[in-house]
C-alpha cells in the first residue's frame, strides 16, 4: 500500500496543454474517484500516474518515491482497463498469472497466488476456461483478478465498468467495494458515472477541462459544491439553476418573481440553486416558491419527476411516484431556504 | 384432422409451392449460378489436365480427353524413382519453409513497430517500404543478381532465398492487422512487466494468427513456385528447386510433358498441406474476443 502525490502536474500534446497544474494528496489505502465529462482530462491523469504517458511538468510521488523516470513496471501499481483487455489466447489461469511472469516466485507459489486470488473473486470453477467463454462480469473480474496478483501498491480503474449492463455495473461495484474493504489497498478509479463515483468514493476527484473543481467526500461536494459546474454534475438529476439579481431582502428572478433568501455577499448578479429531491409541491401555509404549469412526467417507480414550466424557465420537482400532478396542471412548489444554494453568477463560484 | 385444418393446410402449400417455384427459377439467381459454375470449371480445369496428363502415357499427351485411354502409374514410377526428384523437393522446401519463417518474423516484427510505435521518419520508412511494391520483380533481379555476385551468393541456398528473406507486401499486410490490436493490451502487459519483445512475441503476435496464416500461405506458395530468380541464380542441377528442376525434362528435341506434369502434381502435395494446415487459423478470428467491444 501507498499514498500518492501530485504535484502541479501538466500534460501537453504539442503546444495543447490538457492537465493544467493538478494538485493532489490520495491517502494510503484510500479510495478515491476522478469523475468529469469527457475529455476533463482524468482518464490522461491516471495514464500518468501509470507510466504509459510522459509526463510534461510537475512530479508524481507513489509512497516515497519520485516515479516520473519510471518505467510502468517499476512502479508498483496495477491497471484495470475499460475493455478489460484481458487476452483471448490465453486461459483465465494464464491471464490471471501473467502478471507473475516477471516475478521471481517459484511455480507453485505462482500458482497457490493465482488459486487465492480465484478464490477471492469466485473464479475457481472458470480457471481453466478461455475469455471468450465467459460473461461480461466474469470478464472484468479475470482483469482484476490479473491486477490482484501482483499485490500492487495502487490500483488504477479506467472507466471499469462502463462496458458492462445496468445490473451488472451495480453487482460489480459492490464487488469492487467490498474488495477495497477486505485488501485495504490504495484504489484510483476514474469513470464518467456520478452514481459510480458518489458509491464507491472515500473522497471524490472532480474535474474539468484539465482543472480540478473539487475534491472532497461525496457527502461535501453533494452538500456544500465549490461552484455551478460541481453542484450540476453530481446529482441525478442535475440541480435547478436559476439566474437573477440581488434585490433588497431578496433575489430577483424575474419582473415579478422575487426569492425571499439572499446570500451574505454583495456581488449583484446571482444564481440560485435547488436539487429537484429539496422542492416539493407546495401545502397550505407554505412559503411558494414557484409557479408553474407541469409539462412532462417521468415516472421511476417510488418517485416521478415532474418539468414545471415557470415562464422564465424551467425546474425539474422530484415527487411522490403514484400521487403527483397531471400534465397540464398547475403546481406551487416549495423549499426549505437552507437547502436553495448560491453562485455567483459570473465566476460560477459558490457563495456560503 | 378436420375438413377445416385440411383446407387451411392445403391452402397454406398451394401458396407455399409457386413461391418456391418463383425462388429457385430468379433469372439472377440463374445468371449468378451459371457464371460460378462457369468460374470453377476454368480455375479447375488447367489442375485436371495437369493430372490427367501424369496419368499418361507419351503418345496421348495431345489427346485432350480427360479420361486416359490407357491410364497408367510409369510416370510416378520414373519421376519417384529419379533421385534428383528427392534433390529437388528437399531444396524447394529449404528454401520454402526459410523464407516462410524469416518473412513472417521480421514483416510482422517492421509492421508492429510501424503501427504501435512513434518515432521520426516513421511516415518515410512506411513509404519506402510500400514503394519498393511498385517495382516489378523483372526489375529488380539484375541488382540482385550483381549484388549475389559480389557477395559470392551465386549457386548457394542464401542466393535463392535472400530476396524472399523480408517483403513489402507483408510489412503492410502485417502493419494493418496490427492496427486491429488495442494499445490496450499492449499496455497491460508493459504494466505487468513484459519488455517490448515480449509484448510484440506473447501478446500482440497471438492476436493476429490469421494475418499470419495468411502472410504464411502467400510467402510459401511463392517461395515454392518461384521460378525464374532460382533459375538465374544457380547453375549448379544439385541446387534446383523443384520448378526448376522440372524444365530439366525438355530436352532439345522434345518437351516429356507427361513427366513435367506428374512433378507439377507431386509439388503441389505440400501446398496443399500448407493450406489445410494454416487455413483454420485464418478463419478463427480471436482479436475480439477478450475485448467487450
Known amino acids: ?352 | 384432422m378436420s375438413q377445416t385444418e385440411i383446407k387451411a393446410s392445403s391452402a397454406t402449400l398451394d401458396r407455399a409451392a409457386p413461391y418456391a417455384f418463383k425462388k429457385t427459377m430468379k433469372p439472377s439467381t440463374i445468371i449468378r449460378w451459371t457464371l460460378l459454375f462457369m468460374g470453377g470449371i476454368l480455375m479447375i480445369m488447367p489442375i485436371v489436365y495437369l493430372l490427367s496428363t501424369s496419368f499418361k502415357w507419351s503418345h496421348e499427351i495431345y489427346n485432350l480427353q480427360i479420361i486416359p485411354d490407357e491410364p497408367t502409374l510409369d510416370n510416378y514410377s520414373f519421376v519417384l524413382e529419379d533421385g534428383r526428384f528427392y534433390n529437388w523437393f528437399f531444396n524447394s522446401l529449404i528454401v520454402a519453409v526459410s523464407t516462410t519463417v524469416s518473412a513472417v518474423i521480421f514483416d510482422s516484427l517492421v509492421g508492429y513497430t510501424l503501427c504501435k510505435f512513434k518515432f521520426k521518419g516513421k511516415t518515410f520508412v512506411f513509404i519506402a517500404i510500400l514503394s519498393t511494391l511498385m517495382i516489378p520483380t523483372e526489375m529488380l533481379i539484375i541488382p540482385w543478381y550483381t549484388m549475389a555476385v559480389e557477395f559470392g551468393w551465386i549457386n548457394s541456398y542464401w542466393g535463392i532465398m535472400f530476396p524472399g528473406m523480408m517483403t513489402a507486401f507483408g510489412t503492410f499486410l502485417m502493419k494493418q492487422f496490427f492496427e486491429s490490436v488495442p494499445d490496450e493490451f499492449l499496455e497491460a502487459a508493459r504494466i505487468d512487466g513484459l519488455n517490448e519483445f515480449q509484448i510484440w512475441w506473447s501478446v500482440a503476435m497471438p492476436m493476429v494468427t490469421p494475418a499470419l496464416s495468411a502472410l504464411a500461405i502467400f510467402i510459401f506458395l511463392g517461395n515454392w513456385t518461384a521460378f525464374i530468380w532460382p533459375l538465374i541464380v544457380t547453375n549448379d542441377p544439385q541446387l534446383y528447386t523443384l520448378p526448376v528442376g522440372l524444365t530439366t525434362f525438355s530436352v532439345e528435341q522434345s518437351v516429356e510433358w507427361e513427366l513435367i506434369m506428374t512433378g507439377a502434381a507431386l509439388a503441389t502435395i505440400p501446398t496443399l498441406i500448407v493450406f489445410l494446415v494454416f487455413q483454420r487459423y485464418i478463419i478463427r478470428g480471436v482479436v475480439m474476443t477478450g475485448l467487450k467491444g
Open chain 1, 1 to 352: 500500500m501507498a499514498n500518492v502525490i501530485l504535484k502541479k502536474l501538466t500534460k501537453a500534446y504539442g503546444k495543447t496543454e490538457v492537465l493544467h497544474g493538478i494538485d493532489l494528496d490520495v491517502k494510503d489505502g484510500e479510495f478515491v474517484v476522478f469523475v468529469g465529462p469527457s475529455g476533463c482530462g482524468k482518464s490522461t491523469t491516471l495514464r500518468l500516474l501509470a507510466g504509459l504517458e510522459e509526463v510534461t511538468s510537475g512530479e508524481i510521488y507513489i509512497g516515497d518515491n519520485m516515479v516520473n523516470n519510471l518505467e510502468p513496471k517499476e512502479r508498483n501499481i496495477a491497471m484495470v482497463f475499460q475493455n478489460y483487455a484481458i487476452y483471448p489466447h490465453m486461459s483465465v489461469r494464464k491471464n490471471i498469472g501473467f502478471g507473475l511472469r516477471t516475478s521471481k516466485l517459484s511455480k507453485a507459489d505462482r500458482e497457490k497466488r493465482i488459486d487465492e486470488v480465484a478464490e477471492i473473486l469466485s473464479m475457481t470453477d472458470l480457471l481453466e476456461r478461455r475469455p471468450s467463454q465467459l460473461s461480461g462480469g466474469q470478464r472484468q473480474r479475470v482483469a482484476i483478478g490479473r491486477a490482484m496478483v501482483r499485490d500492487p501498491s495502487v490500483f488504477l480503474f479506467d472507466e471499469p465498468l462502463s462496458n458492462l449492463d445496468a445490473q451488472l455495473r451495480t453487482q460489480m461495484r459492490l464487488e469492487i467495494k467490498k474488495l477495497h474493504q477486505d485488501i485495504g489497498t490504495t484504489i484510483i478509479f476514474v469513470t464518467h458515472d456520478q452514481v459510480e463515483a458518489m458509491t464507491l468514493a472515500d473522497r471524490i476527484v472532480i474535474m474539468k477541462d484539465g482543472h480540478i473543481q473539487q475534491v472532497g467526500t461525496p457527502n461535501e461536494v453533494y452538500q456544500t459544491p465549490k461552484n455551478m459546474f460541481v453542484a450540476q454534475f453530481i446529482g441525478a438529476p442535475s440541480m435547478n439553476m436559476l439566474a437573477g439579481q440581488l434585490d433588497g431582502d431578496g433575489i430577483k428572478l424575474n419582473q415579478s418573481v422575487k426569492i425571499l433568501a439572499r446570500p451574505k455577499s454583495d456581488t449583484k448578479d446571482v444564481s440560485i440553486g435547488i436539487r429537484p429531491n429539496a422542492l416539493r409541491i407546495a401545502e397550505e401555509g407554505d412559503e411558494v416558491l414557484f409557479e408553474g404549469t407541469v409539462s412532462i412526467i417521468e415516472p421511476l417507480g417510488a418517485e416521478a419527476l415532474i418539468y414545471v414550466n415557470l415562464g422564465y424557465a424551467e425546474v425539474i420537482a422530484t415527487v411522490h411516484g403514484y400521487v403527483h400532478p397531471k400534465p397540464g396542471e398547475k403546481v406551487k412548489l416549495t423549499a426549505v431556504k437552507e437547502e436553495i444554494h448560491f453562485f455567483d453568477s459570473h465566476s460560477g463560484d459558490a457563495i456560503y
